[in-house]
């Protein structure tokens, strides 16, 4: 079952079935950041995160940590909008960032934006933005996913 708070009102039938199933497998302690799924298509799909002070370090800015979870998660999301039955069949084999500029403490929400450049039988490599309010991009990433065979049963 969905967890409201994870979903925008408004989001596509698509947005709803990876946030049902990710409220199903995902890592709890990606639950706790309450990341919102704010629009899906196959092979895209856009997200915000709530910056707190939980998630600030104390240079003021958003934890590259933070970031770095959630863009691996934006192309969880990803594979999940490319194959409904995937089921956690896939993983992360590179992730690569680029941070542009530091996230203020302050800024309130930021979007991320993660999508797949190339699709292919096994790997799936995929870009994923951390986008400010005013939407200048403040990093960016690259990464490659592979899909995992179905267990036998």
Same mark, same amino acid.
């Given at each position: 079952?969905?967890?409201?708070?994870?979903?925008?009102?408004?989001?596509?039938?698509? #947005?709803?079935?990876?946030?049902?199933?990710?409220?199903? !497998?995902?890592? @709890?302690?990606?639950?706790?950041?309450?990341?919102?799924?704010?629009? $899906?298509?196959? !092979?895209?799909?856009?997200?915000?995160?709530?910056?707190?002070?939980?998630?600030?370090?104390?240079?003021?800015?958003?934890?590259?940590?933070?970031?770095?979870?959630?863009?691996?998660? @934006?192309?969880?999301?990803?594979?999940?909008?490319?194959?409904? #039955?995937?089921?956690?069949?896939?993983?992360?084999?590179?992730?690569?960032? %680029?941070?542009?500029?530091? %996230?203020?403490?302050?800024?309130?929400?930021?979007?991320?934006? $993660?999508?797949?450049?190339?699709?292919?039988?096994?790997? %799936?490599?995929?870009?994923?933005?951390?986008?400010?309010?005013?939407?200048?991009?403040? $990093?960016?990433?690259?990464?490659?996913?592979?899909?995992?065979?179905?267990? #036998? !049963?």
């Amino acid at each position: 079952m969905s967890d409201a708070g994870y979903l925008s009102p408004g989001a596509n039938g698509l #947005a709803l079935a990876i946030t049902e199933r990710y409220a199903e !497998g995902g890592a @709890g302690f990606m639950h706790d950041l309450g990341l919102t799924i704010t629009d $899906a298509e196959p !092979g895209r799909v856009r997200f915000t995160l709530k910056v707190t002070d939980r998630l600030v370090h104390g240079g003021g800015v958003l934890c590259g940590q933070t970031i770095l979870a959630c863009m691996d998660t @934006g192309m969880v999301f990803v594979m999940m909008s490319l194959n409904e #039955a995937a089921d956690g069949n896939f993983t992360t084999v590179q992730l690569q960032t %680029v941070f542009e500029r530091g %996230v203020p403490a302050d800024v309130g929400e930021v979007t991320f934006d $993660a999508h797949a450049t190339k699709t292919g039988r096994s790997l %799936v490599f995929g870009q994923i933005d951390l986008l400010l309010p005013d939407g200048r991009r403040a $990093a960016s990433a690259t990464t490659t996913y592979m899909w995992l065979p179905s267990p #036998a !049963g």
